[in-house]
Every structure is written in structure tokens, then in C-alpha cells.
């Protein structure tokens, strides 16, 4: 610690040896910092206030049906942008400043100067942007802030319009392209189902649910065959049994029948296995079935024959009491059942055999049903998505009409100018009360730095310790200088020249500052 006070001391007593030279360089430094700064021009700033309103009493009422785009975002990105190349050289054309450009390189200093000097920014949190310019000539800066209103507005009106056009023109070319693709998955499809026409169902089954309800199909008519067969066999037995009925039945048995009731025991027979088959047709089908239909209607033909049998058989009896008509009618409507039979029973041969070459054949096909299916499916997959985004594109393109319509009526914002372009009739730069304090420290600094090169440059040992650390060598002893009286008197003096110098340095600029500083005022 003792030794870095002795090197500051030591440095400090060799400034102080330079004294002179320092306030020399304080004061020259002085004078040219204040030069600069009385010399730098005065500038004006001309400004202009635009409040950006995003609401709009359309866009509430039309929502659902255009594009509601994000007004504010849109308006902070404009602004960000706003100061580019493009612009500022629009700006300059409006601004009349490349009246004085005589090359490119001036006309590139110029657009550097402009975008480093417009001011574009947010003043509170209610899209209210303030626009600066600073400049020699106020007029001119208004000039130029008039100019950036005009380009701001502008540019968010023919951006929103130019995205609006995009946006269209891409979803019709869009629209063509999937018009296309849809043609091309229409033909596919068309030509799978020409292909695949016999596993093809009107009720949308696939090949498993065809299958079973062929087999469904099949065993309904082997039932009905079987059915048939019964009933074939029972009527064949009435008729073997009537004809070996006894002959001697007397005419008052009869006549005694046929006066009170007569009976149809074969025919009520069948009327109770249709009856029967019936029952359970309606168990798996409903009355629209082509079986339940034609066993109704057999039905009703059974009651018709009953009917006229037993008139046929009162009016024998009361012709031909004598004759046995009974049992002859008996048997020829029992023949007649049985041939009726026999018809049924070849006839549901036939739709059992029908039903079993159909499932064969299904069987057949159900070995490459998996692929077609599949196949079919893609194909389906595919047409649905291209026709949804078909779809899609259709619906937003009339968005995208609506929203052009709506911003062609109401603009991306309503953009109003609180502040017209003004230019300050005061300067606003430079600072002169400022940079004055300024130029003093450094100028300050300056002498400084010049008294301490001085002693760095010509050294002096003030003591015994630097001395011998310099040297290397032990120090024996030192001899004092005595000063005479009128050396000491001299040194007085020059010491009293220097600090009168030192605080004339100090008035001189004090007195300049009050005198700047009324000069000042007075120009405002």
C-alpha cells in the first residue's frame, strides 16, 4: 500500500512539474470543443400523431361469415416495416429531396441519413403512433413527416386489398386442382363398380352379409320345402284313406251331416299348416315378404275351395239323396290338393337349388372379397377427402369473397390524423447547455493526459527509492537544494500565474455558459 501511494505521489508531483503544458493543452482543448459545438447546426423536428381505430361495427356483425383477421397485429407489423428501403426512396420522390442528388452513392448516403433518422412509434397502448423527422430546415422536416403519414396509410390500405386478391386467386387454383382430382377419383370408382358389378348390393351389404342372408335364404326354403313335402304326404294319405272308407254309409247319416254341418277335414288340414307355416313366416319376415304374401293368398284360396265344396256337397245331397256324392267329391278335391302340392314342392326345389348355386357362388367370391373390399375402400377414403376439401375450399373461398367485400367497405382500420405534420419553430438539437460541461471535461482531460505524457517522457527522481530502484544500486546519501529568497519569490509568482490562469479558464467558461444560456432563451 505505502508503495502505491509513493508511485502516486511520484506521478502526481511529475504532472505537477508539467503544469504549465497542461493548462496550456486545458485551454487550446477548451476553446476548439467550444467552436465545435457552437458550430453544429441547429435542427427542428417536425411530428404528426395517428390514432389507427381497428373497430368496426361490421366485423362483429359479419363474424362466422368472413375472415376476421387480427387488425392489431397487422397494424404493429405495418408500423415495424413501415421505414424501408422501398419507402424511403418513395418518400424521398414525394419529398422533393432528390432535387439535390447528383449520383448514387449521394442517393444511398441520403436514404441511410433517412433511415436512421425517421422515428415511427407506439405512444401508450391505444394504436396511438407518433411520427418524427429531424432536420435543418423545418419546412422540410414537415415536408418529409407529411409524406411518411401518406405512405402509412397507404400501405395498410393496399396490403390488406393485395392479400385479400392473393388469398382468392390461390383457392380458386386450388379449387381447379381438387375439381380434377375428383373427376379422376369418380372415373376409379366407376370403373371398380363396373369391374366388381356382381358384388355389388342396393342395400349396401358387404360380401359377409351377402353370404348370410344367402344361407338364411337357403334354409327358409328347405323349410318351405319341407313343409311342402308334409303337407304332399298328408293329403296322398286322406286320399289313400278316403277311397278305403266303407260304401254303406246310409243316406240319413248323410243327409243328417249335410243338414247340419258338413265338414272339410283335408282341406281344413291345409288350412292349418299354411296357417302354421304362416306363423312363422311373420316370426322372421314382415307382411311385404313375397313369402308371407303368397302363403296369405293360399290362404284364402283354401277358404274358397272350402266354401264351395260344402255348397257342393248340400246341393247333392238334395238332388241325389241316393248316391254316396260325399266321399266322390272328397276324393277329387283331395286330388286336387295333391297336385297343388306336388306344383309347390317343385317349385321350392327350384329355390333351393337357386339359393345353393348362390351360395356357391359367394363362397367363390369370398376368396378375393378381402381385396376388392379393401381396394374399394381406398378408393372411397380417397374420394371422400378430395371431396371434403373440395368442400372446404368452396366455403372459404365465398369467406374470402365476404372478408375482400368487407375490407373494400370498411379498410384494414380507420386511420385518423390527431396531429397534423408540425414543424418545432424552436430547435430541438444540439444541446448546447449540455455539450458545453462537456467539451470542458474533455478538453479537462485533455491537459491531464498531456502533463502526465510530459513526465513520462522526461523523468525526474524526487526521492532516493525510485532512484536506487531504477538504478540497481544502494544510495549512500542525498543533497538538498537551498533555494535563495529570490528564487523562492520567483517560484510564487509563477505559481500564482498558474492558478490565475486555472480559474480564468473556469470564468471564461461560466461567463459563456450564462451568455449561451441567455442566448438561448432569447431565441426561444
Not at 17 to 46: F, N, Q
Not at 386 to 396: E, P, S
Request: some cysteine; aromatic content about 4%; charged content about 25%.
Amino acid at each position: 500500500m505505502d508503495e502505491l501511494i509513493a508511485e502516486i505521489t511520484t506521478v502526481a508531483r511529475g504532472m505537477w512539474r508539467h503544469r504549465r503544458m497542461g493548462l496550456l493543452v486545458a485551454w487550446i482543448a477548451t476553446a476548439i470543443g467550444c467552436a465545435i459545438v457552437l458550430s453544429v447546426p441547429d435542427k427542428y423536428e417536425a411530428t404528426a400523431r395517428i390514432f389507427v381505430d381497428t373497430q368496426s361495427i361490421l366485423k362483429p356483425l359479419m363474424s362466422g361469415l368472413a375472415v376476421q383477421p387480427n387488425v392489431d397485429q397487422q397494424v404493429v407489423m405495418l408500423s415495424r416495416t413501415l421505414i424501408s428501403r422501398p419507402n424511403v426512396e418513395k418518400l424521398i420522390r414525394m419529398a422533393d429531396l432528390d432535387l439535390k442528388i447528383n449520383s448514387k452513392s449521394d442517393q444511398d448516403a441520403l436514404i441511410d441519413s433517412l433511415i436512421k433518422t425517421l422515428e415511427i412509434k407506439t405512444v401508450g397502448r391505444d394504436n396511438l403512433y407518433a411520427l418524427s423527422y429531424r432536420d435543418t430546415s423545418p419546412e422540410k422536416a414537415k415536408k418529409v413527416v407529411q409524406s411518411l403519414v401518406s405512405i402509412f396509410i397507404e400501405s395498410s390500405m393496399g396490403d390488406s386489398r393485395k392479400d385479400s386478391r392473393n388469398a382468392r386467386k390461390f383457392i380458386d387454383d386450388q379449387i381447379k386442382t381438387y375439381v380434377v382430382k375428383l373427376e379422376e377419383a369418380e372415373a376409379r370408382l366407376k370403373a371398380f363398380k363396373l369391374r366388381n358389378m356382381e358384388l355389388q348390393n342396393v342395400e349396401g351389404m358387404d360380401m359377409t352379409e351377402q353370404m348370410s342372408s344367402v344361407v338364411n335364404q337357403l334354409n327358409q326354403a328347405k323349410l318351405e320345402l319341407r313343409e311342402a313335402e308334409n303337407a304332399r304326404d298328408t293329403a296322398k294319405r286322406q286320399l289313400s284313406n278316403e277311397k278305403n272308407q266303407a260304401q254303406d254309409q246310409s243316406m240319413s247319416s248323410l243327409l243328417q251331416e249335410s243338414s247340419l254341418t258338413i265338414s272339410t277335414p283335408e282341406i281344413d288340414g291345409r288350412i292349418d299348416i299354411q296357417r302354421r307355416n304362416l306363423d312363422g313366416l311373420l316370426q322372421r319376415f314382415t307382411e311385404q315378404h313375397p313369402d308371407v304374401i303368397n302363403t296369405r293368398r293360399l290362404i284364402k284360396e283354401l277358404l274358397e275351395v272350402k266354401k264351395r265344396e260344402v255348397v257342393g256337397l248340400r246341393k247333392m245331397a238334395m238332388e241325389n239323396p241316393s248316391q254316396s256324392s260325399n266321399s266322390s267329391l272328397m276324393q277329387q278335391e283331395l286330388n286336387r290338393i295333391v297336385a297343388t302340392s306336388e306344383v309347390q314342392v317343385a317349385t321350392l326345389r327350384t329355390r333351393v337349388g337357386e339359393y345353393s348355386a348362390r351360395l356357391n357362388r359367394a363362397r367363390e367370391l369370398m376368396k378375393t372379397a378381402p381385396q376388392i373390399e379393401s381396394e374399394q375402400a381406398q378408393l372411397n377414403r380417397d374420394y371422400d377427402i378430395n371431396k371434403k376439401n373440395y368442400n372446404d375450399l368452396v366455403t372459404r373461398r365465398e369467406s374470402a369473397a365476404l372478408t375482400g367485400d368487407l375490407e373494400s367497405v370498411a379498410g384494414l382500420a380507420d386511420f385518423r390524423l390527431i396531429d397534423p405534420p408540425r414543424a418545432s419553430q424552436k430547435p430541438v438539437a444540439p444541446n448546447r447547455l449540455l455539450l458545453m460541461p462537456l467539451a470542458l471535461v474533455v478538453a479537462l482531460g485533455l491537459g491531464l493526459a498531456s502533463a502526465f505524457l510530459a513526465s513520462q517522457l522526461r523523468p525526474v527522481f524526487y526521492d532516493k527509492r525510485s532512484l536506487s530502484q531504477v538504478v540497481g544500486l544502494p544510495i549512500l546519501g542525498a543533497v538538498n537544494l537551498v533555494m535563495r529568497d529570490s528564487e523562492i519569490s520567483s517560484e510564487k509568482k509563477e505559481l500564482q500565474r498558474f492558478w490565475f490562469a486555472s480559474t480564468g479558464l473556469l470564468v471564461a467558461f461560466l461567463i459563456g455558459m450564462v451568455v449561451l444560456s441567455f442566448v438561448t432563451d432569447g431565441v426561444k
